[in-house]
């Protein structure tokens, strides 16, 4: 079955370190994959798009890249601050309909200060 | 970016009735919403598909009879719990897309709805 997975439930670092969190995809290609941010209690925020042709895309202090060999993606924050703790989703597009999207798991980030 | 309203945040209700909760786009249209379930410590799950004018797409295992999506305009689409019991309580969450954009590009989402069973 196509799966998509994010290996690390939680992710704890030192404010200014850089997080790297990891998304994997199994059984299919996709065209692009998705960032997100959700806080507690509240909806995912969109982030970063990356699409299959892309190798790197950067916004800020955020950086997302595409490896269609390994079929990873992996999603960078640099000079991490607290304020940054939440949990991260990737997700991909579920199907044929127009804005279905698949998540993985989810890895919560917590900077420490 | 567009913004996506769900109302209400919160709601606990008894046990054998019914809840509505709505999802409006307020800055654009939406001819296709998305509603979402996301139990405590996992991700969100794909419900359904809401089609304004047209019934709603389930994904597999989800009740349509318990579970009524009704999507009457461009800018509401509402998610009715009928007969709820304590299992459906969880974070129901809806999403959109600008009508006519490419299809690559991201959703927004409402911030959600905390239904409790009692």
């Known amino acids: 079955s196509q799966k998509i997975e994010q290996n690390s439930e939680a992710l704890n670092i030192q404010e200014g370190k850089t997080a790297t969190l990891t998304c994997n995809y199994t059984?299919?290609?996709?065209?692009?994959l998705q960032w997100y941010r959700q806080d507690p209690g509240r909806g995912p925020v969109f982030l970063l798009l990356?699409?299959?042709?892309?190798k790197e895309k950067r916004k800020e202090r955020l950086k997302v890249t595409f490896d269609t060999t390994l079929k990873q993606s992996l999603f960078h924050i640099t000079a991490s601050q607290p304020a940054d703790s939440a949990t991260y989703l990737c997700?991909?597009?579920?199907?044929?309909?127009?804005?279905?999207?698949?998540f993985g798991q989810g890895t919560i980030l917590t900077v420490h200060p | 970016g567009a913004v996506v309203s769900q109302h209400p945040s919160r709601v606990i209700c008894k046990s054998g009735t019914s809840v509505k909760i709505e999802c409006r786009s307020l800055?654009?249209?939406?001819?296709?919403m998305f509603w979402y379930r996301q139990f405590p410590k996992q991700s969100l799950m794909l419900m359904a598909t809401?089609?304004?004018?047209?019934?709603?797409?389930?994904e597999q295992g989800v009740e349509k009879d318990k579970f009524l999506i009704n999507h009457a305009s461009l800018t509401l689409s509402t998610l009715t719990v009928t007969s709820a019991h304590p299992e459906d309580s969880s974070f129901y969450i809806c999403?959109?897309?600008?009508?006519?954009?490419?299809?690559?590009?991201?959703?927004?989402f409402g911030q959600g709805t905390r239904l409790t069973v009692v």
């Open positions: 800055d654009f249209q939406a001819t296709t």
């Open positions: 999403s959109a897309r600008t009508t006519g954009g490419p299809t690559n590009t991201e959703a927004f």
């Open positions: 809401s089609n304004e004018g047209s019934k709603a797409t389930y």
């Open positions: 990356i699409r299959e042709n892309e």
């Open positions: 997700a991909r597009a579920g199907g044929t309909s127009y804005g279905k999207l698949t």
């Open positions: 059984n299919y290609s996709p065209a692009y």
